[in-house]
């Protein structure tokens, strides 16, 4: 592209010399000049015209590849907002067990057991985590009531013996997570038969 520019500016230097000529030898065109001077003249308004048409081809490409350096310079940003993306949900799919492995615990009997400072430090701890995940888009979804939808849920276990209306989520087994409309991961639950 520079050489394009290079290019160009030679060829406004060349048709500008070429007018100074012109002009010169047409402010001096009198009785004393020779016979050769309408012939330069005429020389010098063909460099000129082929000048000006090398400098509009060299402009035109000189345009041209600049648009084309936008569309790349635009698409390489483009690209790297999408790995970044990319990169943003693996990570989060990697913590999401950690978060499981919380709930777990939490649910178990043995979590009543553990002192109360420990517990609401760990409780802290997964607040923060979803802090992280909100921040960055990710909503944790699934509650007992919910109705069942097989987009977002996971049916592991249909029950009849439990209060309440048909494919009503009773049990949430493992939560679910999504980004924007994308699943991320769906949640576990058992439902209402």
Same mark, same amino acid.
């Given at each position: 592209?520079?050489?394009?520019?290079?290019?160009?500016?030679? +060829? %406004?230097?060349?048709?500008?010399? @070429?007018?100074?000529?012109?002009?010169?030898?047409?402010?001096? +065109?009198?009785?004393?000049?020779?016979?050769?001077?309408? #012939?330069?003249?005429?020389?010098?308004?063909?460099? %000129?015209?082929?000048?000006?048409?090398?400098?509009?081809?060299?402009?035109?490409?000189?345009?041209? =590849?600049?648009?084309? @350096?936008?569309? @790349?310079?635009?698409?390489?940003?483009?690209? #790297?907002?999408?790995?970044?993306?990319?990169? =943003?949900?693996?990570?989060?799919?990697?913590?999401?067990?950690?978060?499981?492995?919380?709930?777990?615990? !939490?649910?178990? =009997? #043995?979590?009543?057991?553990?002192?109360?400072? $420990?517990?609401?430090?760990?409780?802290?701890?997964?607040?923060?985590?979803?802090?992280?995940?909100?921040?960055?888009?990710?909503?944790?979804? /699934?509650? +007992?009531?919910?109705? $069942?939808?097989?987009?977002?849920?996971? !049916?592991?276990?249909?029950?009849?013996?439990?209060?309440?209306?048909?494919?009503?989520?009773?049990?949430? %087994?493992?939560?679910?997570?999504?980004? /924007?409309?994308?699943?991320?991961? #769906? !949640?576990?639950?058992?439902?209402? @038969?």
């Amino acid at each position: 592209m520079l050489s394009v520019a290079l290019q160009l500016c030679y +060829n %406004l230097r060349v048709m500008n010399d @070429a007018n100074d000529e012109i002009y010169e030898l047409e402010e001096n +065109n009198d009785a004393n000049e020779p016979l050769g001077a309408p #012939a330069k003249v005429k020389q010098l308004k063909d460099q %000129l015209k082929e000048a000006i048409v090398q400098r509009d081809e060299y402009l035109t490409g000189w345009q041209r =590849e600049k648009a084309d @350096a936008v569309n @790349a310079r635009r698409e390489i940003l483009a690209d #790297a907002e999408r790995r970044s993306k990319r990169g =943003e949900i693996m990570l989060i799919e990697d913590l999401i067990p950690i978060l499981d492995s919380y709930d777990m615990a !939490a649910s178990s =009997e #043995a979590w009543a057991q553990v002192a109360d400072g $420990f517990r609401s430090g760990m409780e802290q701890v997964r607040n923060q985590l979803l802090d992280v995940f909100a921040k960055r888009g990710v909503e944790r979804y /699934g509650k +007992n009531g919910d109705i $069942f939808d097989p987009r977002l849920h996971e !049916a592991v276990q249909a029950v009849d013996d439990v209060p309440g209306e048909s494919q009503t989520i009773v049990k949430i %087994l493992r939560y679910g997570y999504k980004s /924007g409309d994308s699943v991320l991961r #769906a !949640a576990q639950v058992i439902i209402k @038969a």
